[in-house]
């Protein structure tokens, strides 16, 4: 059984247990594979290093560095340095690395992959990457060697290989894409809706970015000539949060429209959604948008963020609109074309299900792509480390 080395500032560990799970879903729906992890989690201002066990074949690793990125190179190649240490040192043998963020995560494996050989792939962020990679022009010519270097870059979605395409003039041999998988799986068979309603779930704390603002504006607008138009928003929050989006709800022109709904067990989000004729949420900033595809899976039409999230994947199949997460009266025309093309969309939908051109979405199809990925990508096994330590690494 081959060894695959993770590094993922984006894994729960015993220091920050409620880290997204979308890493360690993957990992333990793909099978066939020892999986070794190194989780990290930087600490301000600090310069010293530790590394904390749990589990049997994962590690927690504390490190020191400023905030805002700044010299982030600089106190990353320690932190590369100190797993290989400890991968020796526990004599694991990986045959391949896998940096699960291109513009952190990828720095320390490329440390590790000079100092043991080991090769190593990287999935690509579109929000975090994107924005680390636009804003440490400095860094740019280190971070083009670096996708040069890696054996595969891993987009989540079509929008973010376009975006690294361009940012490094590479082709797209380069790339393979590998979705996120999302908590709800099922295939619901779409239902059409009287009266007609629309639903929004996200977390309250995440409002500025999901965009609830101008969602709100684009509601008012839509609901001049549509007078029994109901949006449902489920989610929870900080009391500061739900404090600010009750504020934001009661001085819109949308008000009377919107009603909050409250959390939604993980279990409960396809089966309720299935009840609505579309769901809505613009994102300013998104690298996949997993509830977009739970909509879909529950036969639900959607509207999505251009150049966001999902973007890219539905191209052609007409399953719901895409619009300026920026512009009130785009998202309304948006709004517009789910309520009148409700039939139409979920009959789509519904085609797209039965002849299973969701299932590279599905956990299943998931953990297929990415078994095959680690399968090919994957160098030899060693009975020893390359111990060629250096300064430089690019």
Sequence with gaps: MQTILHISADFPDPLVPSKTRAVQNLLAETDGFRHVVYSLNRVNWRRNIATLSFGEDSTAVAYGAPPYGIMLERF??????????????????????????????????????????????????????????????????????????????????????????????????????????????????????????????????????????????????????????????????????????????????????????????????????????????????????????EALFAGVPILWSENRGIDGFFNGHDVGVRCDPESPENVAKGIQFLLSSERRLKANIARLQAENLFEPLRRAGIAENYRQILKRYSGSERDKFTRVARRSHG
Aim: hydrophobic share 45%.
């Design 76 to 293: 990353l190649i320690p932190v590369g340095e100190a797993i290989a240490r400890n991968v020796e040192r526990k004599n694991v043998q990986p045959s391949l690395i896998h940096a699960h963020k291109f513009s952190v995560d990828g720095l320390v494996a490329s440390v590790v992959s000079d100092l043991t050989g080991v090769p190593f792939i990287a999935s690509l962020w579109g929000d975090t990457d994107s924005k680390i990679v636009g804003a440490k022009r400095g860094m740019k010519e280190r971070y083009s060697k670096l996708a040069r270097r890696a054996a595969k870059l891993l987009p989540a979605a079509p929008w973010t290989e376009s975006y690294f395409r361009q940012a490094f003039g590479l082709d797209g041999e380069r790339f393979q894409l590998l979705p996120v998988m999302t908590a709800g799986d099922r295939l619901l068979e779409p239902v059409l809706t009287h009266p007609q309603r629309l639903i929004s779930v996200f977390a309250l704390d995440a409002w500025r970015r999901k965009g609830l603002d101008i969602l709100l504006e684009a509601l008012a607008i839509a609901g001049r000539s549509r007078p029994d138009l109901m949006l449902d928003i489920y989610g929870t929050g900080s009391p500061r949060s739900l404090l600010e989006v009750i504020g934001l709800i009661q001085a819109s022109e949308a008000a009377p429209r919107v009603r909050l709904k409250g959390v939604l067990p993980h279990g409960e989000v396809q089966r309720v959604m299935n009840g609505y004729t579309a769901f809505v949420m613009a994102p300013r900033r998104e690298t996949y948008g997993m509830v977009h595809v």
